[in-house]
């Protein structure tokens, strides 16, 4: 807490000389409760389901100039009680989720430097991922260039775990470097976007610590959108090859497709499928790996909000096949209610079953908007597993598999100055 004032501090001492500038300070407050009762996992006899409240606050500083924008955002991610009364310090303490500036050479093309959340097209390959409280963002340097309806973006990340004398060794879990290029365009009714990236993971020996090298896959992919009147479509088409952190050689794709149709002003539907490869028997064989990876997507929103599929686990597994159908209901301008249905299945076989079949989930989310500051949200979702989930999981306890949420987003602006020469 005494972070936060500082910021909020110094951010209005430097608001204090004549500049052309714009001066802006958001917080973000949102609780959430969770009841897991197989939530990402099928559900184990003789043990309890877990109930808990989550908490995800934010003080974001933003400033902009003619030349220059530079945003700040910090966070304290918590569970309710994981930090005893009267405590001296916090379990987790803050966390800089933002940290960038921006440097506007002409109104064309920008350098973008720091700590920034990289969100492209579905979200589908590079994502915030938002519904986790603590969310995603990289340490990256990004080129973006834009004329009218065209823009491509070159981003270019490398991890180190501190300042060495010597050495080039990463141990957190996460990337060693990437490079990428995303093109997009907008067209009448089309519009296009092609990614290319160049994922490098680090491998170390574990029996030789200064034996390591950096392997690296290479995925490209279009997401393409078709919008006219009350009928719109959405499709992926990734490929990913190269060598994953095992030194396989990798060769998998993700097709997705899906259509939408406004029936009236409240209600659409819409339904569609995915289908990303998978390996036989869920593991990599022969030196070759066949399961696509999303990356660093936003992979709740995809393939049932239970998150059974790639929310950190069903990594380099059987694949999926994900046909489904949705229904969105807009009650009035304050009240929505989306219900969706799934069918998964295997796209490789399942070891010890000739059946493909992983099991179907129902997910119902109501949103109500308070007012432009208050937002309130609430899911339910429940999976129904078929054997080869069964297997895939490795649990046959056949328990009813279910989660259920509430969370309220509270996001008011605490200052924001006009965007004129002002006594600062």
Known sequence: MKLLTSILLTSLFFFSGPVLAQFTIDAELRPRFEYRHGYKTLFPDNVDPASFVSQRTRLKVGYKMEKLN???????VRVWGDVVQLNT????????????GEVLFDPRFTLKLGRQEIVYDDHRIFG??????????????????????????????????????????LTVNTYKSFQYVWLH???????ASLLVLNNGLQFIDSEDEDVDETRYSQTIGSHLVYQKKKLSFFGNVYYQFGKDRADNDLSAYLLGIEGRYKLSQKLSIGSGGELQSGNDNGMPSNGKNKAFTPLYGTNHKFNGLIDYFYVGNHIDNVGLLDLFAKVNLTINSKHNVNLAAHNFS??????????????????????????????FKAGYSHIFPSEGLEIVKNNFDENTNNWGWV????SPTLFQSESTKTQL
């Open 128 to 169: 915030n991922v938002g519904w986790a409280q603590q969310a995603r963002s990289h340490d990256v340097a990004l080129i973006k260039y834009h004329k009218n309806a065209l823009k491509i973006n070159v981003g270019v990340a490398y991890n180190q775990d501190t300042e060495s004398l010597t050495g080039n060794i």
């Open 70 to 76: 530079f945003y700040l955002s910090i966070q304290d």
């Open 185 to 191: 365009n907008d067209w009448q009714e089309f519009s």
């Open 407 to 410: 969370m309220v987003t509270i």
């Open 346 to 375: 295997a796209s490789a076989v399942i070891n010890g079953t000739n059946n493909k079949q992983l099991g179907t989930e129902i997910d119902i989310t109501y949103n109500y908007s308070y007012s432009k500051d208050v937002n």
């Open 89 to 100: 310090s916090d379990k987790n303490g803050l966390s800089v989720h933002k940290a960038w």
